[in-house]
């Protein structure tokens, strides 16, 4: 069952009773994320979550972690391009503690110095890892590309120059600045009673204070480009993409209908031509990526150098074909099952229905049902599948970023004039 309350300050609490689960996934929510940040705050929001966890005034960041192990739970947290969340889940007889905990953390933080310049070495660390990991780089490196001069094509932990220069000041300005009551939501789903939760986090939640500060997002232009960008490894990692759809759209539904097809499953077009017949590449997959405003939709594979023209040039036969070719009735109807079942299998976890819980209300202000979502998969038609790819998907306008042993001038890709990167 769900239920929403608004605390005097403007906070939105959202529950759900499963009366047949034995925990509770609790999370506090920012409608805050890297895009939201300046240009010298970059990596600010990744930067707080890593702190949050570093010590309270009555908690230090052992006495956190233990208190929560002494139960059998655990908490974490993330940032994404338009939120902060941190979360915990517990026992149910466990969860006046967890909310201690969070709104502890998420209120009282003491961000004492010696912990920031520690938490700056790991992010330093993290950043290269990322970097030194090139099927996860190439994604970052494509959204940089395909959303140029954006916050949010930026990635999110920011950038060695803006981590080194993150201190207590510019952490506690940004936190009295950013986290507002007017975004924040909390969620939390599981063997709960709703008004025994609000009466947990009401008395040190409602003390938060409004900000005069105003979040101001520039919905992005898509670029069209291919980049190669040089580097000694033994496979070349490639995207290519375009624009998607948004969290809103309606047309969202078609977009996910025509990615499962296309190759975010083992039986899609691009796994069963790249990998099971040619053999080309070991991971090869399509992608949506979606935000308030905007999404994008895209295709990673990783080959070896002199593989890597004929892959692209299936990927591109293989677009050019669905804006061409209705999708088969049976093709069609797979994919909606496939939509349903990660529905609904996703549905069994709690820490899943908390954070549906909370993107609905930030996207939507209302509970989105499955059965609603379900009913709008089954009325899309091959035809709206394919109308709305022709509008996304044209010659040209692709943009496509090559990290590895390969020479720009030997890629073709229709119209679009390949750069060479620098060296990395």
């Known amino acids: 069952m769900y239920q929403k309350t608004v605390l005097q300050n403007g906070i939105r609490v959202v529950t759900e009773k499963i009366p047949y689960v034995h925990s509770v996934s609790t999370g506090i929510w920012v409608c805050a994320g890297s895009r939201d940040e300046g240009q010298q705050e970059r990596g600010i929001s990744h930067f707080i979550e890593h702190m949050l966890f570093k010590g309270t005034q009555r908690r230090s ?14 908490a974490n947290a993330f940032t994404s391009k338009e939120h902060v969340c941190f979360h915990a889940k517990v026992l149910d007889a466990h969860l006046p503690l967890v909310v201690d905990v969070l709104t502890d953390i998420f ?7 010696q912990e920031i310049e520690r938490e700056q ?7 290269r890892m990322i970097e030194d990991t090139p099927d996860e780089y190439v994604h970052i490196l494509f959204q940089e590309r395909l959303w140029k001069d954006n916050p949010l094509g930026l990635p999110i932990y920011g950038s060695v120059d803006t981590v080194e220069g993150i201190d207590r000041e510019s952490i506690l300005r940004y936190v009295s600045t950013t986290f507002d009551p007017k975004r924040i ?6 063997n709960l009673e709703h008004q025994r939760f609000i009466d947990l986090v009401a008395p040190s939640m409602e003390r938060l204070r409004p900000s005069s500060n105003r979040i101001r997002r520039e919905t992005p232009n898509s670029h069209h480009l ?4 040089s580097r000694d490894l033994e496979q070349v990692h490639l995207c290519l993409g375009m624009k998607g759809t948004s969290q809103v759209d309606e047309r969202r ?3 996910h209908l025509l990615n499962v097809i296309l190759g975010s499953s083992m039986s899609s077009r691009l796994f069963q031509e ?3 017949r040619r053999g080309l590449a070991y991971s090869v997959y399509s992608f949506t990526n979606s935000h308030e405003d905007t999404g994008l939709m895209g295709v990673y594979a990783g080959v070896s150098p002199e593989n890597v023209q004929e892959t ?12 061409r070719d209705p999708i088969p009735p049976q093709e069609l109807a797979a994919s909606k099952e496939y939509l349903k079942g990660s529905m609904y299998l996703n549905a069994e976890s709690t820490d899943a229905r908390m954070n549906r819980l909370a993107k609905n209300e930030f996207l939507f202000g209302r509970q989105v049902s499955f059965e609603e979502v379900e009913q709008k998969i089954y009325e899309v038609s091959a035809e709206e599948v394919q109308a709305w790819f022709q509008t996304v998907c044209r010659p040209g306008e692709f943009t496509a970023v090559l990290l590895g042993p390969v020479d720009p001038e030997s890629i073709r890709l229709g119209p679009v004039v390949a750069t060479n990167g620098s060296q990395v």
């Open 61 to 74: 960041a052992l006495d956190i972690a233990k208190e929560l192990d002494a139960v059998g739970g655990f």
């Open 253 to 255: 539904f078609a977009c």
């Open 121 to 127: 070495q790991v992010i330093l660390q993290e950043i």
């Open 107 to 113: 209120l009282n933080s003491v961000f004492a110095p």
């Open 226 to 229: 291919v980049h190669v960008i």
């Open 312 to 323: 692209l040039d299936v990927i591109l036969d293989q677009l050019a074909l669905l804006t």
């Open 185 to 190: 939501v909390i969620a939390a789903a599981g």
């Open 274 to 276: 790249i990998r099971e």
